[in-house]
């Protein structure tokens, strides 16, 4: 069974780096056809998608966030780790790790991902 | 970046109703385009990828269609735990973009 937990702290000063860890289970993380993302969720609006990481360390970011975000991962604890700098109050909301999917590999490269399964989400408050 | 955009943002319909919702990409993804569910208080849930596929164990009133930039979602009839938001999302290239949301009332 594969499964994605979040964890991290619940409230973060302003100005403050934000660390949140996934931690997988039930598939590896130096498999090609799968990768990890982080997307989250302000309280009231819609899911914005912050990074992803795929096996073979290629690593993509949000245009809006790429200069205070970095993702990382240890493939032997089966973690990813993201980073977000300089947090502030609008970046209070429920962040996910979600497992990547391939729909097809070619070359060593691979595309056309879907996001399955999510973890539960872990809720970060920006507050002073 | 990618657009996307979702139209309605919200629409409120009855059970055993039939319901589209459509997305628009600023520029051609081809089949690089996801369907998610998100109910309130859980984790968003894929329901189709690559525009038509509907993925493993959900139902089969739901279904996808299109290709380039124009698709949509149906849910042929709807039932009461189908209530939530929906998201499409493309994959078509960095960075993945989601749409604004569809928010459906039952």
């Known amino acids: 069974q594969v499964t994605l937990k979040e964890s991290g702290p619940v409230l973060v000063k302003p100005t403050e780096t934000l660390t949140l860890t996934c931690t997988v289970s039930?598939?590896?993380?130096?498999?090609?056809?799968?990768?990890v993302t982080w997307i989250r969720q302000p309280p009231g609006k819609a899911l914005e998608w912050l990074a992803h990481i795929f096996s073979n360390d290629e690593k993509s970011y949000s245009t809006s966030l790429k200069s205070r975000v970095t993702i990382s991962k240890d493939v032997s604890r089966g973690q990813v780790v993201l980073t977000m700098a300089n947090m502030g109050p609008v970046d209070t909301g429920t962040y996910y790790c979600?497992?990547?999917?391939?729909?097809?590999?070619?070359?060593?490269?691979?595309?056309?991902?879907?996001?399955?399964?999510w973890g539960p989400g872990t809720l970060v408050t920006v507050s002073s | 970046d990618i657009q996307m955009t979702q139209s309605p943002s919200s629409l409120s319909a009855s059970v055993g109703d039939r319901v589209s919702i459509t997305c628009r990409a600023s520029?051609?993804?081809?089949?690089?385009l996801n369907w998610y569910q998100h109910a309130p208080g859980k984790a968003p849930k894929i329901l189709i990828y690559?525009?038509?596929v509907l993925q493993t164990g959900v139902p089969s009133r739901f279904s996808g269609g299109g290709s380039g930039t124009d698709f949509t979602l149906t849910i042929s009839r709807l039932q009461p735990e189908d209530f939530g938001t929906y998201y499409c999302q493309q994959s078509h290239s960095s960075p993945l973009t989601f749409g604004q949301g569809t928010r459906l009332e039952i």
């Open positions: 690559a525009a038509s």
């Open positions: 520029q051609s993804i081809s089949i690089h």
């Open positions: 039930g598939f590896s993380l130096n498999i090609t056809k799968f990768g």
């Open positions: 979600a497992r990547m999917t391939a729909g097809y590999c070619s070359g060593g490269r691979c595309r056309m991902h879907w996001f399955d399964p």
